[in-house]
């Protein structure tokens, strides 16, 4: 496959495009919030979009062979052998667990989160008339931390369910085998769902390693669902099409009982056709420099930050394009973000909207050139100089 140029983005051509990322702000600021990559499709996927549209492919979805090439990308990917007649078609991650949460548990019923946390993990849980139970992560010297003890005394106080995000959005971490299986012991002890959003599982750094939670031996005794799609790794989530993975085939024919019947008239047919070609050889070849181009934007951020904003802390994240950057220091006040779109006109994720242990954070995404990362930082320092 020809080397791909993740530098060569033209600020100008990005103006240009009419999704939330682009279109919310004016053009006087730099947008550095939602998780949204700035590069060109992966060339395997624009040819299939190209061919779908040429013939006019946008009708009813159709599974077609989307199932089969997930499970040979689990297989080279992450070692990991699916069942692909056991897997349910979602439109997204997040209408995913919405579902789940409302066929495994009933009104009210508690559901574990560990905030800072991806904020659509609060809307589904409330859209679902579910309860929301805290067990915020630890912030230790190495990095964020899983709090096992909290997640134990929460099953044991009753809750139902368990919304595992790994890699960690926004703090990048990526749980170890180990931590896994620990969680996986408590859940079945306790009989707890978990449902284990795994969207951002592509992208995980070389020096680690992505372990899907139902691989892990406790949980595939248990009822557990680790959901999955291509909209992060490679960019495209509007064309609307995930995996949910049962932890065992019995867990599969009890989804295929409980959920709607018309579950895949929801799934986008270009979201298919792009997944399958995502998930072929030459996607998977892209995907491989891509990662390898944001571990080099994730290491020179820590050095562009320690020489320009030495007072903002940043855990190096193990997955991902998001930083989640701790401003604290800096006397912005609760909601950084706010301060760095008025007065930098930078456009970062407020922290606070992932829980109040955000307070004082905001979230920043590298998954651009370097150039406009460099920009990022520029406008968040004059942010701090015009205080």
């Known amino acids: 496959m020809v080397k791909v140029d ?30 949204e990559m700035d590069f060109a499709l992966a060339p395997s996927v624009h040819r299939a979009l190209q061919e779908a549209i040429e013939l006019g492919d946008c009708g009813y979805a159709h599974e077609g ?68 139970v805290t067990v915020p992560l630890q912030d230790a010297a190495d990095g964020w931390q899983l709090d ?9 106080q009753g809750a139902r369910a368990y919304l595992l995000c790994n890699p960690h959005n926004p703090t990048g971490r990526v749980f170890s085998r180990a931590e896994l299986e620990a969680v996986a012991r408590l859940a079945l002890h306790f009989n707890v769902l978990v449902i284990s959003d795994e969207v951002h599982g592509p992208l995980v750094m070389p020096e680690k390693s992505h372990v899907p939670y139902v691989s892990t031996s406790d949980a595939q005794r248990s009822l557990a669902f680790t ?24 867990v599969g024919r009890q989804a295929a009982q409980r959920f709607p019947h ?64 701790d401003c604290r220091a800096l006397g912005l006040g609760s909601n950084p973000a706010d301060e760095f779109l008025d007065r930098g006109r930078v456009a970062l994720y407020s922290g606070s909207d992932f829980g109040p242990e955000g307070d004082g954070y905001v979230r920043l995404n590298f998954g651009t050139s370097f150039d406009l990362v460099q920009e990022a930082i520029r406008r968040m320092k004059v942010t701090v100089s015009r205080r």
């Not at 999955?228 to 049962?246: D, M, Y």
């Not at 070609?277 to 050095?303: I, K, T």
């Open 262 to 325: 018309d579950m895949i008239d929801r799934v986008s047919q270009l979201g298919i056709v792009a997944s399958v070609a995502a998930f072929a050889e030459d996607g998977l070849q892209w995907l491989d420099q891509l990662v390898a181009y944001l571990d080099g934007n994730r290491q020179r951020l820590g050095a562009l930050l320690a020489a320009e904003l030495p007072g903002v802390g940043y855990h190096i994240p193990d997955a991902g394009y998001l930083a989640w950057l």
């Open 227 to 250: 959901i999955i799609s291509t909209s992060k790794g490679w960019n495209i989530p509007a064309l609307k099409c995930a995996v949910l993975v049962p932890s065992s085939d019995v």
């Open 148 to 156: 096992l003890q909290g997640l134990e005394a929460a099953f044991e």
């Open 65 to 132: 062979e989307i199932r089969q090439s997930f499970a040979r990308f689990a297989r080279r990917k992450f070692d990991w052998g699916v069942n692909s007649e056991a897997l349910v078609l979602m439109p997204d991650v997040m209408s995913g667990v919405a579902e789940v949460l409302r066929a495994f548990t009933s009104a009210g019923e508690g559901v574990v989160i560990n905030p800072p946390v991806y904020p659509p993990f609060y809307t589904a849980i409330r859209s679902a008339e579910r309860r929301i």
């Open 6 to 35: 993740f530098d060569d983005l033209s600020l100008e051509r990005l103006r240009k495009r009419r999704g939330s990322k682009w279109a919310r702000y004016g053009t006087d600021v730099l947008p550095a919030w939602v998780a």
